[in-house]
């Protein structure tokens, strides 16, 4: 999935004001999506500018992004340490629960996330919820029987949607599979959520990121920004 220039003021601010917390000599975790393309653009920016800075990426399209600006991009096994990462989300809640893989990445995002010392958040002023669950939660799924992976899903009750792009199955950068699932009609908590689909065969990941966003910068229509500790 590539991501282009659309215009956000909210989504441009907030990426913006991610790029100008990276400091010299770090290694930086790049999200995916459209808020995190703003981020990227800014840190090309800055390193055309001087800043000296290297890369791992949480996808193949925001390695592409930072290639083609000038930015060295490492593979996650040759280092030890991200020292920060900044990536978006479809929701977020007060607190700092997110759902995120609207874009499919959320497998690596998460790999990539638990590698870091810090998670910067990068949202517009839409991604911030009371409750978790209008975005539909997103699970990255083995190929390998995912219909009955699915089933097994739909037998505890969650509605569930197999991710396609145009007309077919939508295929993340591991190869796997997506499948949407609905759990806002559902009692319990995300917590519970997570236990229940994680214990399904077959699903990898679930785009729940819980205890993992340090600081949250949330654009503004004007091209504001709040910045959550
Ligand atoms: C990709 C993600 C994105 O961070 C999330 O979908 C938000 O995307 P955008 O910034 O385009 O709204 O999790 O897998």
């Not at 002023?125 to 539909?136: A, H, Q, W």
């Not at 219909?147 to 077919?168: C, F, S």
């Not at 295929?171 to 319990?188: A, E, R």
């Amino acid at each position: 999935m590539s991501f282009t220039n659309q215009k956000s003021p909210a989504k441009e601010a907030a990426g913006a004001e991610a790029a100008k917390l990276i400091q010299n000599n770090m290694i930086v975790g790049l999200g995916t999506g459209s808020t995190a393309f703003f981020f990227i653009q800014g840190l090309i920016k800055r390193c055309k500018k001087g800043l000296k800075i290297k890369a791992v990426s949480s996808s193949k399209s925001s390695e592409q992004l930072a290639r083609d600006g000038g930015i060295e991009v490492l593979d996650l096994n040759d280092i030890e340490k991200i020292d920060m990462t900044v990536d978006g989300s479809d929701e977020i809640d007060h607190q700092k629960r997110m759902i995120k893989g609207g874009g499919g990445a959320l497998l690596r995002e998460k790999i990539v996330v638990n590698a870091s010392d810090e998670m910067v958040v990068i949202v517009d002023e839409s991604k911030v919820v009371d409750e978790l669950g209008e975005f539909p939660l997103p699970l990255e799924v083995v190929p390998f029987g995912y219909e009955l992976t699915k089933k097994q899903i739909e037998k505890k009750g969650y509605r569930t949607t197999v991710r396609k792009k145009e007309n077919e199955i939508y295929i993340t950068d591991n190869g796997n599979y997506i499948i949407d699932v609905q759990f806002k009609h559902l009692s319990g908590t995300p917590e519970d959520h997570e236990e229940v689909l994680k214990n399904i065969p077959g699903v990898l990941e679930t785009g729940f990121f819980f205890n993992l966003a340090g600081r949250v910068i949330i654009g503004d229509h004007e091209g504001k920004v709040e910045i959550w500790k």
